[in-house]
Nanobody, 127 residues
Framework: QVQLVESGGGLVQTGDPLKLACTVS????????MAWFRQAPAKEREFVAA????????RYSDSVKGRFTISRDNAENALYLQIDSLKPEDTAVYYC????????????????????WGQGTQVTVSS
């Protein structure tokens, strides 16, 4: 059974940093490209960041580029999202997602292209 479990969310203040984690089980992690998405209330799920199977290629949405860093630890079957200098508009439920793909580039930004999802972790940024 495939499981993706996010953690690390919470209530933080504007300007604070935060690190989200996603632990993965039930699949061969090194065969999967990974991504983070987020969904704010009354909005569609939005691409945040992606990395390829070995973490050496990454891709970010323009809204988070320079503040967010995606990384993975294949030995630990874990995906991370380091968020620096949070803004109120970052408030959302953050989801990790997996797609079976072994490519040198990270290019999938459409949530429909990902096969497995976690349950999400809430990040709330107060102003």
């Amino acid at each position: 059974q495939v499981q993706l479990v996010e953690s690390g969310g919470g209530l933080v203040q504007t300007g604070d940093p935060l690190k989200l984690a996603c632990t993965v089980s039930g699949l061969r992690f090194t065969n999967y490209a990974m991504a983070w998405f987020r969904q704010a209330p009354a909005k569609e799920r939005e691409f945040v960041a992606a990395c390829n199977y070995n973490g050496q290629d990454t891709r970010y949405s323009d809204s988070v580029k320079g503040r967010f860093t995606i990384s993975r630890d294949n030995a630990e079957n874990a995906l991370y999202l380091q968020i620096d200098s949070l803004k109120p508009e970052d408030t959302a439920v953050y989801y990790c997602a997996a797609r079976m793909e072994v490519l040198l580039v990270a290019r999938r930004m459409n949530p429909n292209e990902y096969e497995f999802w976690g349950q999400g972790t809430q990040v709330t940024v107060s102003s």
